[in-house]
């Protein structure tokens, strides 16, 4: 194990192009689980390939337990990879493939015997090891490149993608594994994803990257409940979250987001008295699983109405779709709530979940709607037209 840290790393290609990383810091604990996620094309792979010492980092330095090892070599780092492609020796069978980078360090062949078998065991594959790549599957070829990096033994894993070529099935059933195997070796690992759900679920902190930028960094829960921008809110959570443009209405020395359904209005309180918000555009976000069906009649105030647009039966839950202020939003309910496309539903907001960013910037304001606490005060108010 080996903690990792990133400081104020920078990655250009010169002539003229944008620098593909700007400034990254990061440090990672002994054991942690970092995951890198965003868009094709934010710098994710690029900043893997800098840890791993195939690029150089043009600004900065990298750390592994205080030491700078940014002008080694590959081989000197001690990092193992696992690769998008697997990037397995086709003549060669699985114990072979396995075994092929301890003889580059000369091992001693009993000794590279018995590393083959523990990891045969750890990934369940030893009825595999005189098979060759071109006779496994997709799921059994990651293994093995996987057996290749933990036959080392390195001081960090690296991951780039490794499950974007598997099927849907069999993604979910190697991260299951991925996860097992971490908890069992508790190495540092540095995981390349594009996929969201990879990031909540394996991760124990995430950075969530965008035109080579760290746009946030934290634990997967922080991630999702306090997202830095709209576009952290926007790339963390499936469905994502909804994004309802809303005007405020000054009321009672507080500030209301005034929501239209076309039907009814909602007042929702903020909680705060910030003059300059007046004047700006802002965006309110809420998550489909904060909106709700309100009682007939919620704090003598009747909730906000909104029809039916659409309805997608998920199984444990069922998505529906509705307009607010023209926009199409999601709300996340019970799967046996009786409703129909044309139906016209009561909703009302979770408003110590709804958050506020800024239209033009982006970013988030620097204030929850209301304080997390019980009581009246933490009730969205609704008010028919």
């Known amino acids: 194990m080996a903690t990792l840290e990133l400081r104020n790393v920078n990655k250009t290609y010169g002539n003229g192009l944008p620098d593909t990383l700007k400034h990254i810091d990061l440090s990672i604990d002994s054991g942690e689980f970092l995951i890198l996620v965003g868009p094709s094309g934010c710098g994710k792979s690029t900043l893997m390939n800098c840890i791993a010492g195939l690029e150089q980092i ?69 009825h595999l090891l005189t098979r060759k790549p071109g006779q496994l599957s997709g799921g059994q070829q990651q293994r093995v490149a996987m057996g290749r990096a933990l036959a080392r033994r390195p001081k960090i894993y690296l991951f780039d993608e490794p499950l974007s070529n598997l099927d849907a099935k069999l993604r979910v059933e190697m991260r299951t594994e991925i996860k097992l195997m971490h908890q069992r070796l508790k190495t540092t690992t ?31 829960q922080q991630i999702y409940n306090d997202p830095a921008n709209l576009f952290v809110a926007s790339f963390i959570g499936s469905p994502p979250m909804n994004f309802i443009p809303v005007r405020l209405q000054r009321k009672e020395g507080r500030l ?25 555009d802002l965006i309110l976000g809420i998550r489909p699983e ?14 906000v109405q909104a029809d039916v647009q659409i309805t997608e039966p998920t199984g444990p839950d069922l998505l529906v779709f509705v307009t607010l202020n ?3 939003v999601c709300c996340r309910l019970a799967p046996d709530v009786p409703t129909r496309v044309g139906d016209t539903l009561n909703l009302q907001f979770d408003p110590a979940r709804v958050l506020l960013f800024d239209a033009a910037s982006g970013e988030r304001l620097g204030v929850n709607v209301t304080p997390r606490q019980t009581g009246a005060d933490n009730v969205a108010q609704f008010k028919g037209r």
């Open 256 to 280: 209301l987001a005034v929501l239209d359904s076309g039907q009814a209005r909602c007042e929702l309180p903020l909680g705060i008295s910030d003059a300059e918000l007046e004047t700006r």
């Open 326 to 328: 023209q926009t199409k």
């Open 290 to 303: 904060q909106i709700s069906l309100a009682p007939a009649v919620a704090n003598g105030l009747p909730g």
């Open 190 to 220: 540095v995981y390349v994803t594009h996929d969201q759900i990879e990031a909540m679920t394996l991760g124990d902190k995430v950075a969530v990257m965008k035109d080579g930028l760290i746009q946030q960094f934290g634990t997967p």
């Open 58 to 126: 043009t600004g900065g330095a990298i750390l592994v337990d205080d030491a700078d090892i940014s002008g080694m070599s590959p081989k000197d780092r001690d990092i193992a990879m696992v690769f998008q492609s697997y990037a397995l020796y086709p003549t060669m069978n699985v114990r072979d493939n396995i075994a092929f980078g301890l003889k580059m360090r000369k091992m001693p062949a009993a000794a590279i015997d018995e590393e083959v078998a523990r990891v045969a065991k750890l990934l369940q594959i030893e």
